[in-house]
């Protein structure tokens, strides 16, 4: 996927996540944004690597990968700013 593909997707990803995690997070909506584009790749990268799949394109399991690595960084998020 090309980079603006992977920036939709990322932000399509961190809304689903701030939804399924509500609750105040350091930063606000912006930093919300960026964890959600950081969970895509990171989603990506870590399903690649353990044999899950891939996000390699507009699907449902590429966004559901995506989904998770957005919620992973989002706690990391919220533990470290504590």
Known sequence: MGIIAWIVFGLLAGIVAKLIMPGRDPGGMIITMIIGILGAIVGGWV????????????????????????IILLGLYRIVKK
């Open 47 to 70: 399903g690649t690597a353990l044999g899950f799949g891939s996000v390699d394109g507009f699907n449902l399991g590429s966004f559901v990968i995506a989904v998770l690595g957005a």
